[in-house]
């Protein structure tokens, strides 16, 4: 069974970087053909894909978030990190991470095969 856990700090000033990582267990964050993937949920708002890294390392944002977000991994953690730039109080939301299988849509929720349980952020001075 593949999990995926979210951790980092829930409360980030106006300005600075959010920064989360997802720890992975029960398969390899390299393993073809999946992606890994960030998603958040504002408070009251739909879901909202930001970006992703795939088995092979190669990373990809929403274009809305792509000039402050970058995704990065560690294999020998089994992690992969999500870090926004600039942050302002309209990043405040739940953040998730979830697998994708290649074979899947990108753009529903029903795309993702594997989630994380969910972290709350708020961007708070």
């Known amino acids: 069974q593949v999990q995926l856990q979210e951790s980092g700090p829930g409360l980030v000033k106006p300005s600075q970087t959010l920064s989360l990582t997802c720890t992975v267990s029960?398969?390899?964050?390299?393993?073809?053909?999946?992606?890994w993937n960030w998603i958040r949920q504002p408070p009251g708002k739909g879901l909202e894909w930001m970006g992703a890294i795939a088995y092979s390392g190669s990373a990809y944002y929403s274009s809305s978030l792509k000039s402050r977000t970058s995704i990065s991994r560690d294999t020998s953690k089994n992690q992969f990190t999500l870090q926004v730039r600039s942050v302002t109080p309209e990043d405040t939301a739940v953040y998730y991470c979830?697998?994708?299988?290649?074979?899947?849509?990108?753009?529903?929720?029903?795309?993702?095969?594997?989630w994380g349980r969910g972290t709350q952020v708020t961007v708070s001075s």
């Open positions: 979830a697998r994708r299988p290649a074979s899947r849509s990108w753009g529903t929720s029903a795309g993702y095969d594997y």
């Open positions: 029960g398969d390899s964050i390299t393993t073809n053909y999946y992606y």
